[in-house]
């Protein structure tokens, strides 16, 4: 998802599997808890051996949906501290408008110009002063049409209830006398000197905000109680209807009040910001990261149980995978930054979110996070890698940020037995968890499946999957270690926790660096690197070390990783490779001491193909270090893809061991079997032993002037497979895009599964094809997979006119077909025009939002529009969600874009004769000001109801043939009228060829296969 979703697999670090063994309570037995997969890290044994290193003194900022704070196993930490210390929404779904209240003394009530009113005011514990402004809002459940989490607030079966609130501020030293100081800031002052200083400095404000929300919808606030800003005295509140009393709590909701001026500076009606999760995906990373007795189960716990939280809402679940809004990410990291500053509290961010990279490593989110953790070095960041595997080179953005702790989603087989009642031979990779190429990585893996809290409002079994999993059990992971760190009055910073993570990481068999990075988070084996780090003098000076190397298929042609994809283009001896490595400087190291700056290095490659041609050398004050690779070609020509890191540890300084590990260069080379004439285009591949919840990855070169690539996956007695066998195949293109992929394939139901990828998306280079088992296998899968090109040239590429000489008369054109490859086409064309289209450039200046109004009727029932935009506009995004709204504005097709590319559609209702519709794009720019101008190219296409079908007439009589380099020149005719098109847009349709020889020793082709699509788009 190209919005920017939460990377969840149900719609995107690792230890070695092992039994997670909690202990349920004094003197009870111990239960085994895979459901929640915290001892794959270590983390139980971790806490079992050092139970004051639990997470306290930590907390963990969730950057996501929200977190419901009614979640059990979300309200206290072991030591019986409220866990949630603050919650914010950055979104603006939270965001409720405001105006000034009437008060209508006779009726003794507060009203809104609309006619809400509320009465029962004076019974509250503090009352507005004569003078003070009173300002009145309602939450409606209409408002909620398109969160998919909840629509009926206080679950009483309908949808239309209103819930007013009142507002006003009043004097501060009066709300304390009344309602006292705040268990919130009562907590906090107790905490340390900081914190204590920052409340004793808030409570010297003269006035507070107040709230008063009519929970129960009855109109009367005589039964309410007073709210201040949540993390002030911890204030939660349910919407419910006292008449339904079975009824549950679906979701907490806390409020903060935001004072906001206008142009001027003069104060406007303050914004009431609720915070809630009706998305769900929040409160179930915060319950990975830190739950504590998750669902009232002792023992069940989070990684970090100790740790304190904080909820940072960044994604509006109004939108699909509760995409993030302009601006929104950033606010809620420059948050979670700040709080950790005034409150003296280290702050690890958990962000399981993400979208599709389109250029690894250029986009806006990434750098201006590279340039905020340049500043702040007590901040610690763990993020999603991404959800877009299980191709090469699909890490997500901003994870491929070189800050940040990316994660991958690891899955043991206790846990797969345990939640999806799997048996699972080995442990492995979700195949969704993406991974690394072009940017080294995802850093570590950890366990990317969990049954967790989640808010009242989700039905079912609260399992989710996902790197969205993985990565809190990271978070929780450094939380561990920076409570040990503060214990032991260790001072560190995120490089030290990043390098001890990925050094410490235990590495899984049978994955490859891409997969896994540094391997599976491993708490125990990280701890002593972090602690001789953090003791030494010379991991004070650098955080990370910034690596630039070419890298053919980046934009600008250079990349953190050498990443070599190019058929027959990988630099082989006597070829080198040259990778450039810069220091980033504690920010307290002055300009002599960055000056002075000198560290020695020694270098081991860890693989026979690659060679260090510098021996040893050294960085002084900022010049950058060159160093040059050699890859030895002898070693690289079967067919697959190798991987290998060049290590970089200090030479003749103050660490050793692991702990010496500077930096790293990831070295990726791709070798393709060519799809050319020496092999009559085909290449075919067995094997039998595809274990459940596995890839088997094979490349492919495509070659210049092929119009088609067909893949066909065989599961069949015949190869071999069983009845438990179960696969399908996933085709990318160089560039690490999805762009196919085939049904599932099996012994006992289909057994033959294929997927054709046509021009323009198909194009030369080394495509990739993953044959994926299924978690749900019960053997290994036995298989055959061929890849096959075909390559047709037509003049013209696209038809453009269809003219009829007179009324009454055919429209015709002419198309002349060459086949390229050797062999014969036999088999058929057939012409169709679909629809009206209409493509155009939409400009945007000072916008994030643009909307298009459109109607569909009898004569054209769908409506199809393709979105793009270009790779330096995307790079700008944290999302951008696209939506189909009906005249109601209920979002009937909700998506986003996935890279620089979206598809979206609408079709009217059975029976209808027409209906309006809004099609709608909201993007979420990371940083506000890049939205001053933009556009993106939209695609309109309108389909008739009846599509209206052509003939072709080839050359020769019967079936039609087409031979290598005989140009073949075909007649297409249209005796049927279509339907004018309105002003403005214009027809199309295609020429669809399909091969039906079963002789052109391709298998399974009996069904004919879709070679050529011409295009038809007549203005």
């Known amino acids: 998802m190209f919005v920017f979703r939460p990377c969840r697999a149900t719609m995107s670090a690792v230890l070695f599997a092992c039994a997670v063994v909690l202990t349920a309570g004094a003197g009870a037995a111990q239960t085994a808890w895979n459901f929640l997969p915290a001892a794959d890290i270590g983390a139980v044994a971790w806490r079992e051996a050092h139970p004051q290193w639990d997470g306290r003194g930590v907390v963990i900022a969730i950057l996501d949906t929200g977190i419901d704070l009614y979640a059990p196993g979300l309200q206290t930490t072991p030591a019986g501290l409220v866990k949630v210390l603050d919650a914010r929404d950055f979104s603006t779904q939270g965001d409720w408008s405001t105006e000034p209240a009437t008060w209508d003394g006779d009726a003794g009530v507060w009203r809104a110009a609309d006619g809400l009113q509320l009465r029962g005011a004076g019974s509250l514990a503090v009352l507005p002063a004569a003078a003070d402004k009173v300002f009145i809002g309602a939450i409606r459940e209409s408002e909620f049409k398109n969160s998919p989490g909840v629509h009926d607030l206080n679950d009483d079966g309908d949808k239309n209830d209103v819930f007013g609130f009142l507002v006003w501020q009043a004097d501060h030293a009066a709300v304390e006398a009344a309602i006292g100081v705040g268990k919130g800031y009562e907590q906090l002052q107790a905490l340390n000197r ?22 129960n919808s009855d109109g009367d606030l005589g039964d309410e109680v007073l709210l201040r800003d949540y993390h002030v005295n911890h204030d939660l509140f349910a919407l419910r209807n006292d008449s339904a009393p079975e009824s549950r709590k679906l979701m907490s909701w806390s409020v ?20 809630f999760d009706d998305g769900s995906h929040g409160t179930h990373c915060a319950g990975i990261a830190a739950g504590h007795d998750v669902y009232g189960q002792a023992g069940l716990d989070g990684a970090a149980p100790g740790a304190f939280l904080i909820s940072c809402k960044l994604g509006d679940n109004r939108l699909a995978g509760g995409a993030t809004r302009t601006a929104s990410m950033q606010k809620a990291f420059e948050f979670a930054a700040d709080f950790g ?112 809290t989640v808010p009242g409002h989700l039905d079912g079994s609260g399992r989710f999957n996902g790197t969205s999993m993985a990565s809190p059990q990271a978070a929780g992971a450094v939380a561990l270690l920076l409570s040990a760190a503060r214990d032991e009055g260790l001072t560190t910073h995120w490089g030290m926790v990043k390098r001890a993570l990925i050094a410490g990481a235990t590495r899984v068999d049978g994955l490859s660096l891409n997969d896994q990075g540094g391997g599976l988070v491993n708490i125990a084996a990280s701890w002593p690197v972090l602690r001789e780090l953090a003791r030494s003098k010379s991991a004070h000076q650098v955080l990370w070390y910034r690596v630039e190397t070419t890298c053919p298929l980046a934009s600008d042609r250079l990349a953190s990783a050498a990443y070599w994809r190019v058929p027959g283009g990988a630099p082989v001896k006597p070829e080198r490779v040259q990778v450039t490595v810069k220091p980033i400087f504690h920010p307290d190291l002055d300009a002599d001491a960055r000056n002075n700056f000198l560290r020695a290095f020694s270098f081991r490659s860890e693989t026979d193909w690659l060679e260090v041609v510098t021996g040893k050398d050294y960085l002084r004050g900022a010049h950058p270090l060159t160093l040059t690779l050699q890859y030895d070609g002898r070693k690289l020509t079967a067919p697959g893809h190798y991987a290998a890191r060049v290590v970089a540890s200090l030479a003749g300084g103050d660490l050793g061991g692991l702990a010496a590990r500077e930096w790293y260069v990831w070295n990726t080379v791709v070798v393709g079997t060519p799809l050319g004439v020496e092999n009559g285009y085909t290449a075919t591949w067995s094997a039998r032993d595809l274990p459940a919840s596995w890839v088997h990855r094979y490349f492919v070169d495509v070659p210049a002037g092929a119009s088609a690539l067909r893949v066909r996956l065989e599961v069949s007695e015949d190869t071999g497979a069983g009845r438990g066998a179960l696969a399908h195949v996933r085709i990318n293109d160089p560039e690490g895009r999805e762009r196919g992929r085939t049904p599932s394939a099996s012994r006992t139901a289909e057994t033959i599964a294929d997927q054709t990828i046509l021009r323009p998306e198909l194009y030369p280079g080394t495509w990739e094809i993953m044959v994926v088992s299924a978690i749900t296998a019960t053997q290994n899968t036995a298989y055959r997979v061929t890849a096959s090109c075909d390559a047709y040239e037509a003049e013209p590429a696209q038809i453009a006119t269809l003219k009829r000489p007179a009324a009454g008369k055919d429209a015709t054109a002419e198309l002349t077909v060459i086949r390229s490859y050797p062999g014969v086409f036999r088999g058929e064309a057939a012409a169709q025009v679909d629809g009206w289209r209409k493509q155009r450039s939409i400009n945007l200046e000072e916008a994030d939002t643009w909307t298009y109004a459109f109607t569909l009727n009898r004569t054209t029932p769908r409506a199809v529009f393709r979105l793009e935009l270009d790779k330096a506009t995307a790079n700008l995004f944290t999302d951008c969600a696209v939506n189909i709204l009906d005249a109601g504005g209920v979002a009937l097709d909700q998506t986003g874009f996935d890279g620089t590319e979206v598809t979206v559609s609408a079709d009217l209702a059975a ?45 020769g009589q019967g079936p039609l043939q087409l031979y290598c380099g005989v140009p073949a020149t075909l007649k297409l005719s249209f005796g049927e009228v279509w339907p004018a098109a309105p002003e403005g847009l214009g027809y199309f349709g295609a020429v669809r060829f399909h091969d039906r020889d079963l002789a052109d020793k391709r298998p399974g082709d009996a069904g004919g296969r879709l070679v050529l699509e011409v295009p038809i788009t007549v203005e």
């Open 194 to 215: 900081t914190a204590a200083e920052a409340v004793a400095e808030a409570r010297t404000t003269p006035r507070v905000w107040l709230v008063a929300v009519d929970t």
């Open 341 to 452: 500053k005034r409150w003296g509290l280290p702050v690890v961010v958990n962000m399981s979110f993400g979208v599709a990279s389109v250029d690894e490593g250029k986009d806006a989110m990434g750098g201006w996070l590279d340039e905020l953790l340049a500043e702040r070095p007590d901040f610690y960041v763990c993020t999603s890698a991404g959800n877009e595997g299980p191709g090469l080179s699909t890490v997500g953005l901003p994870a491929t940020s070189e800050s940040v702790i990316a994660v991958g989603a690891y899955l043991s087989p206790a846990t797969a037995q345990d939640l999806y009642d799997a048996n699972l031979p080995r442990a492995t990779l979700f195949a969704f968890s993406s991974r690394g190429g072009e940017t080294p990585k995802p850093d570590v893996i950890a366990p990317g499946s969990a049954l967790s």
């Open 256 to 275: 903060n009040v935001r004072q906001e001026t206008d142009f001027l500076g003069k104060p406007t009606e303050p914004v009431v910001e609720f915070h």
């Open 911 to 955: 029976g209808s004769d027409e209906a309006s519709f809004t099609l709608q794009v909201v993007g979420a720019f990371a940083v506000a000001a890049d939205m001053k101008e933009w556009s993106l190219q939209l695609e309109e296409r309108y389909h008739f109801a009846e599509p209206v079908a052509g003939k072709v007439q080839g050359p």
